[in-house]
């Protein structure tokens, strides 16, 4: 039988087959061992073969797991060299940031970006808790906007606890499997709930003070509702650290600058110290973003971690 894992805490994973129906499942021994350097061999929107248990009811184990056709996957630290598959087979990688309590880095955000941009999965920024910004603090929201934007993708505006902003995301995520991610505190349960108020994700007190590493939601999720549309909820990630990513090439999953990289003098130019450099030649011009070219620069001094 066929099933696909919405849920995974480690020891147990939940499936739902094809008839809609929930199985808690275990793995064999075997599969463990075959990707022996991830915490999590299986993993959230896995497709897995399985068998039932003919000794307990809705109880099964994994035999197989298909080929993924995508994932996204991070070191949870500097010194470990584990890697953790976040989710797989994803349709659209959904980035909730926050502009306040807590405020999102644009570091954080684009380590997140690159890594969609390596594994050729698309990726919307949902810019949260718009209303905790001052007036003042507009300005912000419009060059985050603006600097999102001009890289290509799509950028939307909420206040997910008064479901503003909230229409135009579940038009957009109709049907397709979508992974939800972001620090601990942005609002990615109180957005699922906000489009699905079935889903009954668990969020975090309002009056909690979010310090980054206490987290409502504990394992990664998937609900799946009418048309197929599946959003994985994750737990916040403190640190985003990239996996199979070459630093040197990482350049190339910055979208806006892919215009200009054919014009460096060097074809393997870093764009550090080389001359004639049209990245950092761009950079001066305002033609790219500061702050994403100070991403790609901390990205090639290979500081992977970064919250
Ligand atoms: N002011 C304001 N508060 C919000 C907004 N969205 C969510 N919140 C509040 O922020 C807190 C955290 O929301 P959660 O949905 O639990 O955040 P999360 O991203 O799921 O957090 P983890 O599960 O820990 O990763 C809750 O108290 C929400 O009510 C918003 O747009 N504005
Ligand atoms: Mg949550
Ligand atoms: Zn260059």
Request: aromatic share 8%; net charge negative.
């Amino acid at each position: 039988m066929i099933g696909t894992v919405i849920k995974s805490t480690g020891s147990w994973y939940k499936l739902l087959d094809e008839d809609g129906k929930r199985w808690d499942a275990r793995i064999r021994g075997k599969i463990r061992l075959q990707e022996a350097d991830t915490s999590n061999p299986v993993a959230v929107g896995d497709r897995v073969h399985f068998l039932p248990d003919p000794q307990f009811p809705d109880t099964c184990s994994i035999t197989a797991i298909e080929d993924r056709r995508n994932w996204v996957i991070r070191k949870s630290n500097k010194l470990s060299s584990r890697r953790q598959i976040i989710a797989t087979n994803i349709d659209l990688a959904v980035m909730v940031a926050s502009v306040a309590a807590p405020r999102t880095s644009t570091g954080f955000i684009d380590r997140f970006l690159v890594c969609c941009e390596a594994f050729h999965i698309p990726a919307l920024l949902f810019i949260n808790k718009t209303d905790l910004l001052p007036e003042a603090g507009l300005e912000l929201l419009h060059h985050l906007n603006g600097i999102y934007t001009n890289a290509g993708y799509e950028v939307m505006n909420g206040v997910a606890s008064e479901g503003t902003g909230v229409e135009a995301l579940k038009t957009r995520i109709y049907g397709k499997t979508v992974l939800f991610a972001g620090h601990s505190g942005v609002g990615k349960s109180t957005l699922l709930n906000a489009m699905f108020p079935l889903a009954e994700a668990r969020v975090g007190k309002i009056s909690a003070s979010h310090e980054k590493g206490t987290h409502t939601t504990t394992f990664a999720e998937m609900h799946v509702f009418e048309g197929h549309t599946g959003i994985i909820d994750t737990p916040g990630i403190r640190d985003f650290g990239l996996v199979d990513i070459e630093p040197k090439e990482s350049g190339q999953y910055f979208p806006e600058f892919r215009p200009f990289l054919p014009a460096c003098r060097f074809n393997d130019c870093t764009h550090t110290n080389e001359p004639d450099c049209a990245l950092q030649a761009a950079v001066r011009a305002g033609k790219v973003p500061e702050e994403r070219f100070y991403s790609y620069l901390s990205i090639l001094q290979g500081d992977d971690v970064f919250s």
